[in-house]
């Protein structure tokens, strides 16, 4: 009996576990449920409203591509529910900065569209790296980054894309340090200023091992060299400066009479701005070497250049010139001139020519346009801290379609053509008051009689003067009067020179051209002349 109530009980105990266990997986169920849809609904409690949660393209505070609740999304941008990283135009990538050439990892392919970028699912060749080398600094960038960070500096670019880590790129830089490489030759203990890489090789040779000192001199009495001061200067390859010379023939600081004595001057390196007079050119100085290119000195022997100095035999030569007017000139100015010296508009004499002038190391050297006015030169001015600097360049003259303008405004369009408007003359027959004509008027060739023939054609002008007889005799002009006056036979020759080398006028050495050049008919015969 009492067996039969157990089995009774156990079989109630099993059956109710059972219920607990279904239980147990229907809540289960339920809360992993609800765990999801806690993850896609987000309750706002005290408003009562239920936002789903989306990819927003843009967010009502500017933000782009984020998961947020959508009444945070602004209602002009895109919205889906899912995750930004299962979209398109949020999908994470490498945008390329073609301008900038840098290139940055997991952006958002809109955020890269909207800046302008080039947007790839994969790292684009443009962004491969290297070592991108800046005067004695480095960066780990890419080609088209270091292209613009060493135009920016002035500098040419110097990229090694066999390099693949900051670490050697900026150790590679470490080689091209400057100092003092000491070592041992022939028993003593002497120097070389040169690289930490160059001192390297010297160390890697087995009988010669030394050391190698940033910034310091071989002169310097701490490294207990053979090396000291001397009187002796050189031109340093590549260098603007005079530069002392030790007595192992090293390359010292910047030639400073004032600092032959000094200890320290002949211990640390001295860059150029902590040399003498470094906002001067110093041209011709006796006692300072700090030379500058670019204000018109460099290095020269004086046996060469001239002047002496306090100890050596080198100075900061003058690169500047005189022109052909006795003017001054500085080092790398450039100017125009013309066998026409009068440079009147669309007066040029026949076969002049124009050229350009350039003042470089102290010679005035000259660039010829090309010929038959086929270029002209022109020239401008810049204001510089030491005052006017002048440019110039020969450039095409623009002449071909000048005559064909009808129009003052397109005339002097000088985005398109060189041509100036003269009032009160025609071309041809035409009826129009004024006529475009070249500024600059080409060379003709006058061995080629067809060319010119087409060309100073053009200036062609017929003119009937109407006359009307008297009853009793005698005749009044009517018509056209003005063709009899001087004036107007003076203008028309004006516009026959403007076209070319036409009409009758001094040729570029100052002799007068055939008259033939020039002709006025009246009924057919030559004008007679006074």
Known sequence: MVNDENKIV?????DNTRAIMRNRYVLGFILMILGVFLFTININFSSGEVSATVCCEKTTSGAYCQNVPSNECDPSSRQVPTSCD?????????????NEGTCLDNTPQLVCNANDGIWSENSPAQCELGCCILGDQAAFVSLVRCKKLSAFLGLQANFDKTIGNEVACVAKVQQQDRGACVFESDFQK????????ECGAINNNGTNAGAFYKDKLCSAEELGTICGPSTKTACAPGKDEVYF???CGNAANIYDASKYSDKDYWTNVKLKGESCNPSSANTA?????????????YCRATDVSGGKTSYGDNICADLNC????????????S???SDDTKK?????KVGSRFYRRICMNNQVVTEPCEDLRAEECVEDSIETSSGSFSQAACRVNRWQDCIAQTEKQDCENTDRRDCFWKEGVTLGNATINGACLPRVGPGLAFWNSEESKVVCGAGNKLCVVKFEKGLFGGEKCISNCECLEPGWEKDYGEVCSAMGDCGSSLNYVGKKGFREGLKILINGEPKEEA
């Open 245 to 247: 010379l030790d007595t």
């Open 190 to 197: 002497t120097c070389r200023f040169t690289t930490r890489g």
């Open 10 to 14: 156990n079989k109630i105990l099993i």
């Open 285 to 297: 100085s006796s006692s300072c070497g700090n030379c500058n290119y670019l204000q018109g000195s």
């Open 86 to 98: 299962s979209t398109s135009y949020c999908k994470a990538g490498t945008c390329y900065d073609s």
């Open 344 to 348: 009147v508009e669309g007066e040029q």
């Open 335 to 337: 100017w125009c001139i």
């Open 322 to 333: 005189i022109d052909e007017n006795g003017a001054k000139r500085k080092h790398g100015e």
